[in-house]
């Protein structure tokens, strides 16, 4: 518990800095945000563009408007998106997140399931033909620009063969489920919306796969080197000893001992994905954070980068904690404390 | 163990305390390179993207074209020309030949991942191994500025810096100077605290050696291989960011050519010409491809020690 309890209060103090170094630099933006926010009307009202000014504290020293932002944070007050017509941040990014959280949840399962099956024929056929082309796809896929993945598979699925939707996040013909959870795909099964739920997977389906033909490498590679070490070990020797079959030895022995590293390893998954969303939900027209940020940024939108930069670095954050407890659970021999 | 390494040991963090640069340790390095198959293929595209930088950078300097045809110039042959003879990549929106941009933007994401790799490395290595040595303050300070810097995704870091900064090559290259060190400082003070104690560097001490003398003769010559092989898997990340950037329109101003910049404008025309944003983007996976397979197998080798 008090490992829990040490890194809870660390991820805390990351946050921290996460907010102060994302405040200085995004306030110290090149232009005048208020031409960039009100556009022509700036330097036709000047008097209105003034009050917008004094409105959001924008003429006060950085320090003063570096406290009105922590008090403001503190109340959950992420103050108000210009991007957006000057709805409060928090809307927005209630709007967007649950749709960035149904791409990367798809993008995880698939690198992660992906990964594992692929990293698992890649050890057990060490050196054959199997291996060598398993490396050779991985390494495309990593070695890919998300954006160019993404721009491959809406040629091939969406404009030769016509099999996948070209983007958005549902038909929107399609009566949407009523909000429950915010979360679409679930609201859709929670209400039985089964025409909403079909036309809603379909359109994560592609989103999700360029995200996830870029991480899954990752895994591979780390199960098939844990694979080598783990048999290497003894206990593996003692279990082959034992008589068991090798089948047994390689999954029950091996690949259990070799999925810790994946566990660690999917926290850093989560980063890669978030920095992927950016250019694949803007190329699906999918209406997530990632589109929210590429949006907020060419709008010099403030408050925007910053709470979604902030958005993000939680996600990251829990992951790397997620990440960490899982690790003390599954493994008996780590006693962090 | 000095040739045949077989790829064997991927693991992702190249740890090697021992591992030492001398004379002779290069010479075997270098022939297991060559007896190592996905490090030989991955050093041939990397000297080929190497040596096309310096070809178009030194012959951009004394004004001499080697494309066939001028990257710049408009109507060379019709718009949106399928690939041919005449144009091996076909020709965008504007009739201009995407192959001559291509070869002609291929110094940019070379020399911004060496700058910004080359950057990280001595910085990193410098302030890691103080850190190591030291303790206190500057330790403590070091660890928690990374574990920010670990925090937030480095493209949303250096968008917010390059929006900051305004476009162009060297803005994007002095943002990413500023978000890549972190995880070397990181390595370096990991690696350097594994030597620390050790007996070759107590004896340096006891021998009256001063601090910054153990740290510049002992300790980062012991480190230095791990954190080069570290790099040189690491270039092909920048070059992924760099690229990214670059999509967004922070890197070059039109009608310049970059990588990462045809792909987003040429993407408007993949309906009627697929290739256009297809050939771009393939040839940044091609150099990334080429540094992943040249660092794995420095890896393999130098592990192999």
Request: proline share 5%; no cysteine.
């Given at each position: 518990?008090?490992?829990?309890?040490?890194?809870?209060?660390?991820?805390?103090?990351?946050?921290?800095?996460v907010?102060?170094i994302?405040?200085?630099?995004?306030?110290?933006?090149?232009?005048?945000?208020?031409?960039?926010?009100?556009?022509?009307?700036?330097?036709?009202?000047?008097?209105?563009?003034?009050?917008?000014?004094?409105?959001?504290?924008?003429?006060?020293p950085?320090?003063?408007?570096?406290?009105?932002?922590?008090?403001?944070l503190?109340?959950?007050?992420?103050?108000f998106s210009?991007?957006?017509?000057?709805?409060?941040?928090?809307?927005?990014?209630?709007?967007?997140?649950?749709?960035?959280?149904?791409i990367?949840?798809f993008?995880?399962?698939?690198?992660?399931?992906?990964?594992?099956v692929?990293?698992?024929?890649a050890?057990?056929?060490?050196h054959?033909?199997?291996?060598?082309?398993?490396?050779?796809?991985?390494?495309?896929?990593?070695?890919?620009?998300?954006?160019?993945?993404?721009?491959?598979?809406?040629?091939?699925?969406?404009?030769?063969?016509?099999?996948?939707?070209?983007?958005?996040?549902?038909d929107?013909?399609?009566?949407?489920?009523?909000i429950?959870?915010?979360?679409?795909i679930?609201?859709?099964?929670?209400?039985?919306?089964f025409a909403?739920?079909?036309?809603?997977?379909?359109?994560?389906?592609?989103?999700?796969?360029?995200?996830?033909?870029?991480?899954?490498?990752?895994?591979?590679?780390?199960?098939?080197?844990?694979?080598?070490?783990?048999?290497?070990?003894?206990?593996?020797?003692?279990?082959?000893?034992?008589?068991?079959?090798?089948?047994?030895?390689?999954?029950?022995?091996?690949?259990?001992?070799?999925?810790?590293?994946?566990?660690?390893?999917?926290?850093?998954?989560?980063t890669?994905?978030?920095?992927?969303?950016?250019?694949?939900?803007?190329?699906?027209?999918?209406?997530?954070?990632?589109?929210?940020?590429?949006t907020?940024?060419?709008?010099?939108?403030y408050?925007?980068i910053?709470?979604?930069?902030?958005?993000?670095?939680?996600?990251?954050?829990?992951?790397?904690l997620?990440?960490?407890?899982?690790?003390?659970?599954v493994?008996?021999?780590?006693r962090?404390g | 163990?000095?040739?045949?390494?077989?790829?064997?040991?991927?693991?992702?963090?190249p740890?090697?305390?021992?591992?030492?640069?001398?004379?002779?340790?290069?010479?075997?390095?270098?022939?297991?390179?060559?007896?190592?198959?996905?490090a030989?293929?991955g050093?041939?595209?990397?000297?080929?993207?190497?040596?096309?930088?310096?070809?178009?950078?030194?012959?951009?300097?004394?004004?001499?074209?080697?494309?066939?045809?001028?990257?710049?110039?408009?109507?060379?042959?019709?718009?949106l020309?399928?690939?041919?003879?005449?144009?091996?990549?076909?020709t965008?929106?504007?009739?201009r030949?995407?192959?001559?941009?291509?070869?002609?933007a291929t110094?940019?994401?070379?020399?911004?991942?060496?700058v910004?790799?080359?950057?990280?490395?001595?910085?990193?290595?410098?302030?890691?191994?103080?850190?190591?040595?030291n303790?206190?303050l500057?330790?403590?300070?070091?660890?928690?500025?990374?574990?920010?810097?670990?925090?937030i995704?480095?493209?949303?870091?250096?968008?917010?810096?390059?929006?900051a900064?305004?476009?162009g090559?060297?803005?994007?290259?002095?943002a990413l100077m500023i978000?890549?060190?972190?995880?070397y400082a990181?390595?370096?003070?990991?690696?350097?605290?594994?030597?620390?104690?050790?007996?070759?560097i107590?004896?340096?001490?006891?021998s009256?050696?001063?601090?910054?003398?153990?740290?510049v003769?002992?300790?980062l010559?012991?480190?230095?291989l791990t954190?080069?092989v570290?790099?040189?898997?690491?270039?092909?990340?920048?070059?992924?960011?760099?690229?990214?950037l670059?999509?967004l329109?922070?890197?070059?101003?039109?009608?310049?050519?970059?990588?990462?910049?045809?792909?987003s404008?040429?993407?408007?025309?993949m309906?009627?010409?697929?290739?256009?944003?297809?050939?771009?983007?393939?040839?940044?996976?091609?150099?990334?491809?080429?540094?992943?397979?040249?660092?794995d197998?420095?890896?393999?080798?130098?592990?192999?020690?």
């Amino acid at each position: 518990m008090s490992f829990i309890l040490r890194r809870l209060f660390l991820a805390i103090f990351v946050l921290i800095g996460v907010v102060t170094i994302t405040f200085i630099l995004s306030h110290s933006l090149g232009g005048d945000p208020i031409v960039a926010w009100l556009g022509k009307s700036a330097s036709l009202h000047p008097a209105l563009a003034k009050a917008y000014a004094i409105k959001y504290h924008l003429t006060d020293p950085l320090w003063v408007q570096y406290y009105y932002y922590i008090t403001g944070l503190l109340q959950g007050n992420f103050g108000f998106s210009p991007s957006r017509g000057f709805v409060p941040v928090t809307t927005v990014i209630g709007q967007t997140l649950p749709y960035t959280l149904q791409i990367e949840v798809f993008a995880i399962i698939v690198s992660i399931v992906l990964g594992v099956v692929l990293g698992v024929i890649a050890s057990r056929y060490r050196h054959t033909a199997a291996d060598k082309s398993i490396r050779g796809f991985y390494l495309a896929g990593i070695s890919s620009p998300s954006f160019f993945i993404a721009l491959v598979l809406l040629i091939v699925f969406t404009f030769e063969f016509h099999l996948l939707p070209s983007g958005g996040a549902a038909d929107p013909t399609i009566q949407a489920p009523r909000i429950i959870t915010d979360i679409p795909i679930v609201d859709a099964l929670i209400e039985g919306n089964f025409a909403y739920l079909a036309s809603a997977l379909q359109h994560v389906i592609l989103p999700g796969m360029a995200l996830a033909l870029g991480t899954f490498g990752v895994v591979v590679r780390i199960l098939r080197s844990s694979m080598l070490d783990v048999m290497k070990s003894n206990y593996v020797r003692t279990a082959r000893a034992k008589g068991l079959k090798e089948r047994t030895v390689f999954f029950k022995h091996g690949l259990r001992n070799a999925m810790i590293s994946v566990i660690t390893l999917s926290s850093l998954i989560v980063t890669w994905l978030i920095t992927g969303t950016i250019f694949v939900e803007n190329i699906f027209s999918y209406p997530g954070m990632g589109q929210y940020v590429f949006t907020a940024l060419i709008a010099q939108d403030y408050p925007g980068i910053l709470a979604t930069t902030i958005v993000f670095a939680i996600i990251i954050i829990l992951s790397n904690l997620a990440a960490d407890i899982l690790y003390v659970i599954v493994d008996p021999q780590i006693r962090l404390g | 163990m000095l040739s045949g390494a077989k790829s064997d040991d991927d693991d992702l963090s190249p740890s090697n305390p021992s591992a030492y640069l001398s004379a002779d340790r290069m010479r075997a390095v270098l022939s297991s390179i060559r007896s190592n198959g996905g490090a030989l293929i991955g050093a041939s595209i990397v000297a080929v993207f190497a040596l096309t930088s310096i070809v178009v950078f030194v012959t951009g300097i004394l004004h001499i074209q080697i494309t066939p045809y001028n990257p710049l110039k408009q109507d060379v042959g019709p718009p949106l020309a399928a690939p041919s003879l005449a144009h091996i990549m076909g020709t965008d929106q504007l009739g201009r030949d995407v192959f001559s941009r291509i070869v002609t933007a291929t110094p940019n994401d070379f020399s911004v991942s060496l700058v910004v790799i080359g950057f990280s490395l001595i910085i990193g290595m410098i302030i890691g191994s103080y850190a190591a040595f030291n303790g206190g303050l500057l330790d403590e300070a070091l660890m928690r500025v990374t574990d920010i810097f670990f925090a937030i995704p480095a493209l949303v870091l250096a968008m917010a810096i390059g929006i900051a900064l305004g476009p162009g090559i060297t803005n994007m290259t002095i943002a990413l100077m500023i978000i890549w060190w972190p995880p070397y400082a990181r390595l370096a003070r990991g690696e350097a605290l594994k030597i620390a104690h050790q007996n070759y560097i107590e004896a340096a001490r006891l021998s009256g050696s001063g601090r910054s003398k153990i740290i510049v003769g002992h300790a980062l010559p012991n480190i230095s291989l791990t954190l080069i092989v570290y790099a040189s898997l690491d270039v092909g990340t920048v070059i992924l960011v760099y690229a990214g950037l670059s999509y967004l329109g922070l890197a070059v101003r039109p009608p310049l050519p970059d990588w990462g910049e045809m792909v987003s404008a040429y993407q408007d025309f993949m309906l009627s010409s697929p290739w256009l944003p297809f050939f771009p983007g393939l040839i940044i996976a091609l150099g990334v491809i080429g540094f992943s397979m040249l660092g794995d197998g420095l890896r393999d080798i130098l592990e192999a020690f």
